[in-house]
């Protein structure tokens, strides 16, 4: 079955400092995003991107925050500058149609310490 | 009103029960409806999708309301390998990418 693959599965860095999430989502998929999960929390939308663009953001996707699919393949969340709020779970997920169920990545655990 | 809004759980159950989650949503406009399954500290899965005429993948069956923005999803014979977080998810609406909003999740424990 095919899958979202995401690097590293934890990441633990200091406050200030810049951190790039990466992503291979499902190579026939068109649509790709990031979500985050502060942990005993719920599942929060961060971003959507499709044709090479941003299609919607959240109020969480603030300047700090950045997308990029530099490739034909990867798909990139970078954190310019972490905060300890930044700390949560990661996940990247891949669509083929907005109707069906979208396919998470098994996440990265960012620690801001 | 929360965006989407479920049971608060959690529900301990012992094997072979029937348990019954139930969901509302805020939005009218939205499109597509899921439950996905989360065990502790995993991606969220997907479960299945919700139909309006109502769906059944084996022990498990999906129904929606879009009258009252209501969504449920029945577990007959609940087995150990059940136990998860159940999220009921719902599609924003029509425009492409559309994101998904997720309930806070109900907790499940099955017993022997």
């Known amino acids: 079955e095919p899958e979202v693959t995401q690097t590293p599965s934890h990441q633990v860095t200091q406050m200030g400092q810049e951190v790039i999430l990466r992503c291979v989502p499902i190579s026939n998929h068109l649509y790709f995003y990031w979500y985050r999960q502060i942990l005993g929390q719920k599942v929060e939308f961060l971003v959507s991107?499709?044709?090479?663009?941003?299609?919607?953001k959240s109020e969480i996707f603030d300047d700090q925050f950045s997308v990029e699919r530099p490739d034909g393949s990867n798909f990139t969340l970078k954190i310019r500058s972490t905060k300890l709020e930044d700390s949560a779970m990661y996940f990247c997920?891949?669509?083929?149609?907005?109707?069906?169920?979208?396919?998470f990545g098994s996440g990265t655990r960012l620690t801001v310490v | 009103r929360k965006e989407v809004e479920q049971d608060p759980g959690p529900f301990n159950v012992p094997e072979g029960a029937t348990v019954a989650f139930n969901c509302t949503y805020s939005n009218s406009a939205s499109q597509s409806f899921f439950w996905y399954r989360q065990d502790c500290r995993k991606e969220p899965k997907l479960l299945m999708s919700v139909y309006s005429s109502g769906n059944e993948d084996g022990r498990f069956t999906a129904q929606l309301n879009r009258a009252s923005q209501y969504i449920s999803l029945l577990i007959r014979d609940s087995k150990l390998s059940d136990s998860a977080t159940y999220l009921c998810?719902?599609?924003?609406?029509?425009?492409?990418?559309?994101?998904?909003?997720f309930g806070q999740g109900t907790e499940l424990s099955v017993k022997p």
């Open positions: 991107f499709y044709n090479n663009e941003i299609s919607e």
């Open positions: 997920a891949s669509s083929g149609q907005q109707t069906r169920g979208y396919t």
């Open positions: 998810v719902v599609n924003s609406g029509g425009n492409q990418g559309g994101k998904l909003i």
